[in-house]
């Protein structure tokens, strides 16, 4: 039986990559790293997840023989700090809203007695600017960032939320936006529901059971039907 919803961050409560995209280009410019993201080449960098394994996987495409040491390490998490900055000043105050459907869907689900929880690559700071302090309460676990040592497509986030909540994958449905989101929920057991986003549209979401433009139509009785047909058809294999 279907007892909590596990939902992603960026892509799937709100479109946030845009401001993710121009935080980062704001604190490489207050830095003076001479980089700049433009859409197409941040699009392909999100197949790195984390913002500071992104900046570290571009830093080894641009300067593939600056020394990975730790000078490098420090440069990268002091420049993820100011990027985290002002990506807060970007979204808090409810400057960001969330997609279609999501307040709803949440409001809807708790009032039908499911549990709700995060599970995100994004840092528990940005998680806490983009959702107001009543909205983030609704969560009752949100496991995010550094919080576990492999981000998504690892499904280390998946499981250290699925052991906080005390519940098996098989009772609960994650919703996400991208592969890397899907690969994580799925290696956890999660049966899965994508909301694409423009820059996953053209992402392989084989295993999904449901890729939806956003959750506008999305309601518990759907949830719970899909994860019915979800968890019987894994029964029988
Ligand atoms: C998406 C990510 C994050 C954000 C940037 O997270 O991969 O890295 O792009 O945020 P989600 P940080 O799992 O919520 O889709 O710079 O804080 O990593
Ligand atoms: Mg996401």
């Given at each position: 039986m279907l007892e909590a919803l596990i939902f992603d961050v960026d892509g799937t409560l709100a479109d946030t990559e845009a401001a993710h995209r121009a935080a980062f280009n704001e604190a490489f410019a207050e830095v003076r790293l001479g980089w700049y993201w433009d859409n197409a080449v941040y699009t392909r960098l999100l197949s790195v997840s984390g913002g500071k394994e992104r900046i570290a996987h571009h830093w080894r495409m641009v300067e593939p023989d600056v020394a990975n040491g730790?000078?490098?390490?420090?440069?990268?998490?002091?420049?993820?700090?100011?990027?985290?900055?002002?990506?807060?000043?970007?979204?808090?105050?409810?400057q960001l809203p969330l997609r279609p459907g999501v307040l709803r869907l949440m409001r809807e689900a708790l009032a039908s007695g499911l549990r709700l929880a995060i599970a995100t690559t994004t840092t528990p700071e940005n998680v806490s600017a983009l959702l107001a302090p009543g909205l983030l309460a609704l969560f009752e676990k949100v496991g995010a960032g550094d919080t576990v040592p492999n981000k998504k497509p690892a499904p280390d986030v998946y499981q250290w939320v699925l052991a906080q909540l005390a519940l098996p994958a098989a009772a609960c449905l994650a919703i996400e936006d991208s592969a890397n989101g899907l690969k994580a929920s799925r290696a956890a057991g999660l049966a899965t529901v994508i909301t694409r986003t423009a820059y996953t549209d053209d992402h392989d979401f084989s295993g999904a059971i449901a890729q939806l433009p956003d959750l506008g139509l999305v309601t518990v009785p759907l949830l719970r039907h899909w994860h019915e047909q979800a968890y019987d058809s894994d029964k029988k294999t």
């Open positions: 730790t000078a490098m390490k420090d440069t990268i998490d002091r420049v993820h700090a100011i990027k985290t900055r002002i990506y807060e000043s970007r979204v808090s105050g409810g």
